[in-house]
């Protein structure tokens, strides 16, 4: 074969190739979607996203301390869930004063508006808080928790007498821990507050607690503060199946209180259970008959003076 017939019988190969090579791309490709008539799903409009969302309260800009709370100082906005205690209309908290210091952009919320620190909503109207020092033995291995209820027990070695007595007593029964360490039970607003610093989780670990609060039935502080300087003092946790805290939500449980006298002032030998010494009885006088002047005169059962 000539070698002019073979480059022309190349060349028609080559473009046999490339034709198979574009049809097969071609071929390949998606088909293009048809047209529809139908009308594509329609977008859900931001209103109504916002009708799924809940409303709060968000303050524009710092508020100071005891400042009164205007319309131009606050603003809502809509959340997917709103924080507990928080409010969903600005009537709602306009003319109230807030309490403490609000930064801009914070969520309001009863905890800023009502009067009262976090310890003080989480007692009752007849519960006093009190705090008592505590290490990891006093605290039941350092395992106690805000919302426990405890035994407070009170241990004294007595030396008043020369000898030493040593004595244990339940102070006070079935008492409500409100705070151990910086740990602090939930308050009425349903939000858990904490009495930490802003210091690190690391440092949190490693800090002991040193107080634990307690809710004291009012009759019973003073019982309390006595036991607290007579001896040592520990506390005994009781049992979650006892359900003390729902009989306390439901006014089921009473404080089995040692202190029927009130909140009379009561001692420290009454706290003891001592005896007061008995006093000393006053020795009697005879008195000696007054003479009587004249002459007795007896006639049968009768007896008469006659002067002289």
Known sequence: MNSKVLMVFAGLLLVGAVVVGYVGVSLSKPAKPVASSETPAAVIPAEVDKLQRTPVVIVTHDLP???????????????????????????????????????????????????????????????????????????????????????????????????????????????????????????????????????????????????????????????????????SLRLAVRSKDEQLYEKDQEGRYLHASLNPAGSEPISLDQLLGRRAPAKPQATRREIAPSAVSGVVVYRGSKVTHEAP
């Open 65 to 231: 301390a005891l400042a009164v709370l205007t319309a131009k100082d606050l603003r809502l906005e809509y959340l997917q869930t709103a924080p507990a205690g928080s409010f969903a209309k600005i009537d709602a908290v306009v003319g109230q004063r807030v309490w403490v210091a609000v930064p801009a952009g914070s969520i309001l919320s009863a905890a800023v508006t009502e009067p009262g620190g976090p310890l003080a909503r989480t007692i009752r109207p007849d519960e006093r808080a009190m705090a008592i020092a505590v290490d990891e033995v006093i605290g039941g291995g350092g395992f106690v928790l805000p919302g426990d209820y405890v035994d407070v027990m009170l241990f004294v070695a007595d030396q008043s007498n020369g000898t030493r007595d040593l004595s244990a007593q339940v102070v006070l029964p079935g008492v409500r821990v409100l705070t151990y360490g910086e740990q602090i039970a939930v308050a009425n607003d349903g939000q858990a507050h904490q009495t930490a610093d802003g210091k690190d989780d690391k440092q949190k670990e490693h800090k002991v607690p040193r107080t634990a609060v307690l809710a004291v039935p009012a009759e019973s502080v003073a019982r309390l503060m006595l036991a607290s300087q007579a001896g």
